[in-house]
């Protein structure tokens, strides 16, 4: 199988693998317990703990441990919503968010707050002007993806920023798909990313927060995590994700200048097809591509040797075309007709050539037979 689906999840490291394997097999302690083994599996969460802040290269903040993303985010939106003055009750987001942002804050209105979407333009990016007359006194939180997960655009999260703080509120960055491949807002309040992403392992999350603020806690039990994410970590996944993240570190200008390269060579080999998002403000490994004539449900199935999506994995079973295209003023048609297509540090130039080629030949033949039926 050729995997062309970073988006949805990067392949495991290696060095990452390795790192896990001695803390599940024999170094198994409870890392907050105080015996020997506790203290052992400890020291190895708190390792992990500063390669990451290290790969993420921020100002002073704290890093908190969680399941994932998903978790990290709704810890903080409903942690910062709970914190807001009575007289800030507006959260902004945008209307092309994950569902793990996007459904949050819509879950908040039941509570009293006032959820607002953002539209974004043809290219997938907000209008800034637009931005700037909804945050206004009124908004506790504006929260906004660094790199969107279905159409890699770089959101202006830097100006959201400013717009955010001019206005009183806090800012909340969703870097899931940003870290480690473009710079994250240094003047965020709050940060979201996931190892999985990064080639670490999935079932690790984290949520990295400025010092001096805090949250209440979403899980109450044992006060882990500073009192803010109860439950017993596991130091293996923690482990793996730290030592992707330092790789990636490492890594960063290799991988940029690899991905450079196949994006490059991509334009090539899809010749003809339509970018949907912005050529110029995006992440290079995420290609989100439209043809017309085509039904990417079908192409997935027709190309079943690659491994390549219609969009977001958590949303792929609806059967529903994109929230995120329809943002961009897609037809229900041209939405069917688009699919994703992800690459990274392990694709190599001959595996992208021959997917590209395969999917190509595949929708040219659904073209061919969609003109005889429609001539019949």
């Given amino acids: 199988m050729i995997y062309l689906d970073y988006q949805a999840t990067t392949p495991l490291a290696p ?3 390795e790192a896990m394997v001695p803390l599940l097999r024999d170094h198994y302690g409870n890392p907050h317990s105080t015996h020997r083994a ?36 709704n810890i903080a939106i409903t942690g910062f919503a709970r914190n807001a003055p009575a ?20 879950a908040l209105e039941a509570d009293g707050y006032e959820p607002v979407l953002l539209p974004v333009q043809r290219d997938g990016l907000v209008d800034l002007d637009i931005a700037r007359a909804a945050i206004n006194p009124e908004t506790a939180l504006v929260i906004a993806m660094l790199v969107n997960n279905e159409i890699g655009v770089i959101q202006p999260v830097d100006a959201l920023c400013d717009l955010a703080h001019a206005a009183g509120a806090v800012f909340l960055c969703d870097a899931v798909q940003g870290f480690g491949r473009v710079p994250l807002p240094e003047n965020a309040d709050a940060i979201a990313i996931s190892a999985h992403k990064v080639h670490g392992p999935k079932g690790v999350g984290a949520l990295w927060l400025r010092d001096g603020l805090t949250l209440p806690p979403l899980i109450h039990g044992g006060g882990q995590e500073g009192g803010l994410r109860s439950g017993t970590l596991s130091p293996a996944l923690c482990a793996g994700f730290g030592v992707a993240a330092d ?23 899809f010749h003809g097809w339509t970018i949907n998002g912005s050529t110029d403000n995006r992440y290079h490994g995420n290609l989100n591509i ?28 609806s059967g529903r075309p994109s929230h995120v295209l329809h943002g961009l003023g897609l037809s229900d048609k041209e939405a069917r007709g688009s699919v994703r297509i992800g690459f990274g540090r392990y694709t190599s130039a001959a595996e992208l050539e021959d997917a590209a080629r395969a999917i190509t030949q595949a929708a040219a033949h659904q073209t061919t037979v969609a003109q005889g039926a429609h001539g019949s």
């Fill in 290 to 317: 439209r043809r017309d004539g085509i039904d990417g449900a079908r192409l997935l199935s027709d190309c079943r040797n690659i491994a390549f999506s219609l969009g977001s994995a958590c949303a792929s079973g």
């Fill in 15 to 17: 060095e990452a693998f």
């Fill in 247 to 269: 790789l990636m570190r490492q890594n960063r200008e290799a991988d940029v200048a690899h991905v450079e390269k196949l994006w490059k060579a991509a334009l090539d080999l």
């Fill in 38 to 73: 506790g203290r052992q599996a400890a020291a190895q969460v708190e390792l992990a703990r500063d390669r990451i802040l290290s790969a993420m290269a921020l100002p002073e903040g704290r890093l908190i441990f969680t399941s994932g993303a998903t978790e990290a985010l």
């Fill in 87 to 106: 007289d800030r009750r507006r959260i902004v987001t945008l209307a092309t968010e994950h569902a793990a942002v996007r459904d949050t804050v819509l």
